[in-house]
């Protein structure tokens, strides 16, 4: 069961104790990431995460932060998304009160030495060649750019090269106190930890002045210029990657939960229609699967394949099939069932390690001000219907909205967009 407190400074303090667990994971989640970079900045939100890590007033360097957590063998790392960056400890929880002193001097006391920066500038531009070199990877964000065009939710997160090579100390310094304040910040802690606890030992580690909630405006823009049905980008590889889909739902959207059944059939898992008809019965694929993005105001729905480069064009036929398929045939029920069960059951797994409850904790107080427990989540999708599918299907599933982002040896688009254009 979670608790919540907030701090006289606006910090909100989430805990949920959890039965049988002998470990505590403190996260802070900031609503920081890279939708709220502009051109000249790009990158700097996945920047600043590594820069968190470099050294502060109580532990100096790189060495002693690692060093502090390794000592007592828990874990730390971060991470960067499009609307959060977010960074955590997990350790036993006799050393809560570590995880909180090393994660509180990072994010208050950083110094962001313009030596670090330097050294680490190569470190994220050897970081942007590895995802150059993975197109698996690199596909998925070429297909936002096309679907969200040049504006941020469009932009990739780890930045430009040009805005990586050029950020300075004074970027670094400007963009934290300007979204690193404790109303745009939540601090979680998870598994064997008690609420009085947890609030006490945050006011001790994290005194911040107050500093509400900002409530701008999100910097999307629904017809961004640069906006393409096709994004195509030629490389040579032994594997042609491609990513397939449409413009879908935001998390807060009244069907969203809908969505979510509809991907587990689609494409959630080996037993789903695309892995089943476009990989077991055609063999046109290695890796296939669907899956949706959910942002705040906006989302996708997309199947991201790897496939011989000398049969995309079936391949993308096939997975078109499928979605088509969503729209005008019902689902059988046993087959609503069993995409129904999958969710709940891939949850309550997911659920059962404390760093898991703690993103998910703090995903929904940062962005939505709102907790769905588990329960809660259950019952929306035990809710979803046979007709539901077939209207969510229809609303989404739009062939004048489909979009397609490939890599791999192609100069011509022509072939690609005759299928775009249902020929």
């Not at 920047?47 to 968190?52: G, I, S, Y």
């Not at 046109?284 to 049969?311: C, F, P, Q």
């Not at 979605?323 to 999958?342: C, S, W």
Request: glycine residues 6%; hydrophobic residues 40%; negative net charge.
């Amino acid at each position: 069961m979670h608790r919540k407190t907030t701090l006289t400074s606006g910090l909100r303090v989430l805990t949920d104790t959890l039965e049988g667990v002998k470990s505590v994971t403190a996260l802070v989640l900031v609503k920081a990431g890279s939708r709220f970079e502009d051109k000249e900045i790009n990158g700097i939100s996945h920047f600043l995460e590594h820069m968190f890590f470099k050294g502060a007033e109580r532990f100096k360097n790189a060495k002693e932060v690692s060093g502090a957590i390794d000592a007592v063998g828990g874990e730390f790392n971060a991470f960067t998304g499009k609307e959060y960056a977010g960074y955590y400890v997990k350790v036993v929880s006799k050393h809560t009160e570590l995880a909180l002193d090393v994660l509180s001097d990072m994010m208050l006391n950083a110094r962001f030495d313009q030596e670090e920066i330097e050294k680490e500038r190569g470190v994220i531009l050897e970081e942007f060649n590895m995802y150059q070199d993975t197109p698996m990877y690199q596909v998925a964000w070429n297909f936002e750019r096309a679907i969200f065009g040049d504006q941020p939710l469009g932009w990739d997160e780890i930045g430009e090269k040009d805005v990586i090579r050029n950020l300075q100390r004074e970027d670094f310094v400007k963009y934290k106190e300007a979204l690193y304040t404790p109303g745009q910040m939540v601090l979680v802690l998870s598994g064997d930890i008690e609420h009085e606890k947890a609030v006490l030992m945050a006011e001790k580690y994290f005194p911040m002045e107050f500093c509400e909630a900002s409530r701008d405006k999100l910097p999307f823009n629904e017809f961004a210029s640069g906006v393409e049905r096709l994004n195509l980008q030629s490389k040579k590889t032994e594997q042609a990657h491609l990513v397939c889909g449409y413009p879908g739902l935001s998390k807060q959207d009244e069907d969203h939960y809908v969505l979510k059944v509809l991907t587990a059939i689609l494409g959630g898992n080996m037993s789903s229609r695309m892995f089943l008809s476009v990989r077991e019965a055609k063999g046109l694929a290695y890796y296939i699967s669907t899956s949706t993005e959910d942002y705040m105001d906006v989302g996708t729905l997309y199947t991201r394949a790897g496939v011989d480069i000398n049969r995309i064009d079936d391949a993308i036929r096939a997975i078109v099939e499928e979605y088509e398929k969503m729209r005008f045939v019902d689902v059988p029920a046993d087959e609503l069932k069993k995409g129904k069960e999958y969710l709940k059951g891939k949850l309550a797994l997911t659920l059962e390690d404390p760093q898991n409850v703690a993103i998910m904790l703090a995903r929904q107080e940062l962005l939505y001000d709102k907790i769905e427990t588990y329960t809660d989540i259950c019952r929306a999708i035990d809710d979803v219907c046979v007709e539901d599918i077939k209207r969510v299907a229809s609303r989404i599933i739009n062939p004048d909205k489909l979009h397609l982002s490939v890599i791999g040896p192609y100069e011509d688009k022509r072939s690609f967009e005759k299928i775009l254009q249902g020929e």
